[in-house]
């Protein structure tokens, strides 16, 4: 299981400068529990205990031997920093599409892009973090698709990279520390991820 340090260019993960040329605060959709968007909230805003329920994706990139693409977030990160979770997640803006979001996040914190990425449903949390005090109300998109590319993360926002077989994966969860989130949605795509690699993978 080699794992990568990052120590690729950062990337720009603002949200697009304004008409003016400014940097506005990244705004987050708020949904229903239905997943209808019902109004906007400042990004830390919607986090903050008990959060408010929000749109979001998560992605699971798999390597041609079935292997798990795995990210340890930054110790940078304003929430849950240095801890493994899946390939890529975060939230799409307001009105963009949330596999448009997935495919621009993957990009600019891996500099990869997925040679395949599809949709594979959508699950509903609320998971509170420890660390930070943070809350995940989150009305999540999965996708999962195959990657080709050597992974290039942008270091603000990727400490380092590992690709894991199933079994890698139980011993490093066991070793922690993982995301609040990591095994809700690793769960919720497992239909999806066995379809796209197959039983011998072990997913």
Request: hydrophobic residues 35%; glycine residues 10%.
């Amino acid at each position: 299981m080699p794992i990568t340090p990052a120590n690729g260019p950062s990337a720009e993960t603002a949200a697009p400068p304004g008409p003016d040329g400014s940097t506005e605060d990244i705004m987050l959709e708020l949904v229903d529990e239905d997943g209808t968007t019902i109004g906007t909230a400042e990004k830390l805003s919607a986090h903050v205990a008990p959060g408010q329920l929000h749109r979001a994706f998560s992605v699971f990139l798999f390597d041609a031997q079935g292997r798990l693409l795995l990210q340890r977030r930054a110790l940078g990160k304003y929430h849950s920093p240095g801890v493994w979770s899946n390939t890529c997640c975060g939230h799409p803006y307001p009105g963009e599409p949330p596999f448009v979001a997935a495919a621009r996040r993957t990009g600019e914190e891996l500099g990869i892009a997925p040679a395949l990425l599809g949709e594979a449903g959508t699950v509903r949390y609320n998971h509170p973090d420890p660390a930070s005090g943070l809350v995940e109300q989150e009305y999540n998109h999965l996708f999962v698709g195959l990657v080709k590319e050597t992974p290039r993360p942008d270091p603000q926002e990727i400490g380092e990279t590992a690709f894991v077989t199933p079994e890698e994966l139980t011993k490093l969860h066991a070793e922690g520390p993982f995301s609040a989130w990591f095994m809700t949605v690793l769960d919720a795509a497992r239909p999806a991820i066995r379809e796209l690699t197959g039983t011998a993978a072990g997913w």
